[in-house]
Antibody, heavy 118, light 108 residues
Framework: QVQLEQSGPEVKKPGASVKVACKTSGYVFTSHGFSWVRRAPGQGLEWMGWISGYSGNTISPQKFQGRVTLTSDSSTSTAYMELRSLTSDDTATYYC???????????WGQGTLVTVSS | SYELTQPPSVSVSPGQTARITCSGDAFPKEFSYWYQQKPDQAPILVMYKDSVRPSGIPERFSGSSSGTTATLTISGVQAEDEADYYCQSAGTTTTFKVFGGGTKLTVL
């Protein structure tokens, strides 16, 4: 069955960077793109960007441009999200999900809690 | 970029009908999609392309869209339906995603 397994929780200091991994199995990696979504405490879901599983092309909303880097490695069927210049506002649970171009396909990754604290 | 507006909360008694709305200029040009998120769980898709229910989602879930408002309806609400619900549509291009602010459904 399809599985998306994310890397473990992270604690970072303000100004640091974090890289979250999303290892997939059970399907052809290049058949879907990936979106990254986060949910901060007390807030709603926020879309952070998309990467093609085939070409590696990426798009992201203006809010995250220049601060987020999305990459993928088809040899290990793993997608990555790196977020730089962290502030306390980046404390959130980060999710990866396959993206078919219109909606996010079940199952998502289990989520990775990133805590930014001095 | 589009913005989607949802009511922060909806409360219903078991067996009643819950309607969660999502308003925005994305509609009717773009389809609506709905996700359910329970505490400490990843979201799951409960409706796509306005009114199509994924396999495994109970029939009490239905969706519609009219004008600039999409609606998720849960008929005969059960306690297990208590969760946060998010609408989603495309942004400036189809690949862009936009989420509504989310609606907390409370089953009284």
């Amino acid at each position: 069955q399809v599985q998306l397994e994310q890397s473990g929780p992270e604690v970072k200091k303000p100004g640091a960077s974090v890289k979250v991994a999303c290892k997939t199995s059970g399907y052809v990696f290049t058949s879907h793109g990936f979106s990254w979504v986060r949910r901060a405490p007390g807030q709603g879901l926020e879309w952070m960007g998309w990467i093609s599983g085939y070409s590696g092309n990426t798009i992201s909303p203006q809010k995250f441009q220049g601060r987020v880097t999305l990459t993928s490695d088809s040899s290990t069927s793993t997608a990555y999200m790196e977020l730089r210049s962290l502030t306390s506002d980046d404390t959130a649970t980060y999710y990866c999900a396959r993206d078919n171009g219109q909606w996010l396909v079940d199952p998502w990754g289990q989520g990775t809690l990133v805590t930014v604290s001095s | 970029s589009y913005e989607l507006t949802q009511p922060p909360s909806v409360s219903v008694s078991p067996g009643q009908t819950a309607r969660i709305t999502c308003s925005g200029d994305a509609f009717p040009k773009e389809f609506s999609y709905w996700y359910q998120q329970k505490p400490d769980q990843a979201p799951i898709l409960v409706m796509y392309k306005d009114s199509v229910r994924p396999s495994g989602i109970p029939e009490r879930f239905s969706g519609s869209s009219s004008g600039t408002t999409a609606t998720l309806t849960i008929s005969g609400v059960q306690a297990e339906d208590e969760a946060d619900y998010y609408c989603q549509s495309a942004g400036t291009t189809t690949t862009f995603k936009v989420f509504g602010g989310g609606t907390k459904l409370t089953v009284l």
